[in-house]
Each structure stands twice: as C-alpha cells, then as structure tokens.
C-alpha cells in the first residue's frame, strides 16, 4: 500500500518561500499523476498543482502560477512544491495526491491516495 508522507510548512511572512515535500513509500508500478491541493477553512479542498513523473504535463492553478513550481525526484519518489511570494491569502492545510490517471483533474474525488497534510500560514 503507498503512502504519501508530507512536510515542510509552517508559519511566515507574507513575500517568504516554503518548500514542501512528498515522500512517495510503496510508490505503486502504476503511479502517473501528482498533485497538490489545499485547503483553507471553510472553503473546499482545491487542485493548487499537478506533474506527472514522467514529467509530461505540468499544471498551476491561476492564482499560483509563477510564484509556484511543482517538481520531483524519481529516484527519491519525491514530489516538492517550491512556493515563492506567499500571500496570505495561501494559507491553507496542504495535501499531496497520487493517482493512476494520466488526467489532472482538478476533482479531489480524482486521486486515490492523500497525504496527511501540511499547514503553511502567512502572516501579513
């Protein structure tokens, strides 16, 4: 069974960068789509980044793009969200997901494995 272990919030300042981290365990032989979603209070969970490991497809979501990078490590299997410019407004609990699809769904119900989550604060 994959499991997906998440690290690399915390709290900071609106303009710092965070890196979190995936660590892919078990990564299954059928693996295509990565992704990461997030989620404020309140507010539904939502497709924030989406790569695939055979580094295909990439996807951003509007209000990421440009200040967010996806990437992975293959040997590793590892996928990192490198967030640059944090606002406020990113504050959220974020979530790593893997699923067999070659699709990025922006469909949380899409992805068949989840991170536990990470909580990235920015303070103004």
């Known amino acids: 069974q994959a499991q997906l272990v998440e690290s690399g919030g915390g709290l900071v300042q609106a303009g710092d960068s965070l890196r979190l981290s995936c660590v892919v365990s078990?990564?299954?032989?059928?693996?295509?789509?990565m992704a990461w979603f997030r989620q404020a209070p309140a507010k539904e969970r939502e497709l924030v980044a989406a790569?695939?490991?055979?580094?295909?497809?990439?996807y951003y979501t509007d209000s990421v793009r440009g200040r967010f990078i996806i990437s992975r490590d293959n040997a590793a299997n590892t996928v990192y969200l490198q967030m640059n410019s944090l606002k406020p407004e990113d504050t959220a609990i974020y979530y790593c997901?893997?699923?067999?699809?070659?699709?990025?769904?922006?469909?949380?119900?899409?992805?068949?494995?989840w991170g536990q989550g990470t909580q990235v604060t920015v303070s103004s």
């Open positions: 997901a893997e699923t067999s699809n070659v699709i990025m769904s922006y469909s949380a119900s899409y992805y068949r494995t």
């Open positions: 078990g990564r299954p032989f059928d693996s295509y789509t």
């Open positions: 790569t695939t490991w055979n580094g295909d497809n990439t």
